[in-house]
């Protein structure tokens, strides 16, 4: 079983960068995929970027591409989000999940089989 911790979030304007950071412990991180998601009040949790367990393939929702970048670390089994180009409608708290088995589909929150607790985004206008 692994143990996932997320920081790095803030406050932060429209059109500035963070960096989400998820260090993992408790089991050996690259046997897993590693994902992002966001869940604003009131909205469902939506997928944001994935990365397999080598880190040689990243998969991004529609509405980051081109602004965010994940990236893993198997020697710090870390997993990072890098977010740049801010909009209000990124304010969300964000997610680190990992999942073991093998993913069909890395947009959807049922193949993760572990969660963090969250930390908050907040992009002001």
């Known amino acids: 079983q692994v143990q996932l911790v997320e920081s790095g979030g803030g406050l932060v304007q429209t059109g500035g960068s963070l960096r989400l950071s998820c260090a993992a412990s408790?089991?050996?991180?690259?046997?897993?995929?590693m994902g992002w998601f966001r869940q604003a009040p009131g909205k469902e949790r939506e997928f944001v970027a994935a990365?397999?367990?080598?880190?040689?393939?990243?998969y991004y929702g529609d509405s980051v591409k081109g602004r965010f970048t994940i990236s893993r670390d198997n020697a710090k089994s870390t997993v990072t989000l890098q977010m740049n180009a801010l909009k209000p409608e990124d304010t969300a708290a964000y997610y680190c999940?990992?999942?073991?088995?093998?993913?069909?589909?890395?947009?959807?929150?049922?193949?993760?089989?572990?969660w963090g607790q969250g930390t908050q985004v907040t992009v002001s206008s």
């Open positions: 999940a990992a999942a073991l088995q093998i993913i069909e589909d890395y947009g959807l929150e049922a193949w993760y089989d572990y």
């Open positions: 990365v397999t367990w080598s880190g040689g393939t990243t």
């Open positions: 408790g089991d050996t991180f690259s046997r897993y995929a």
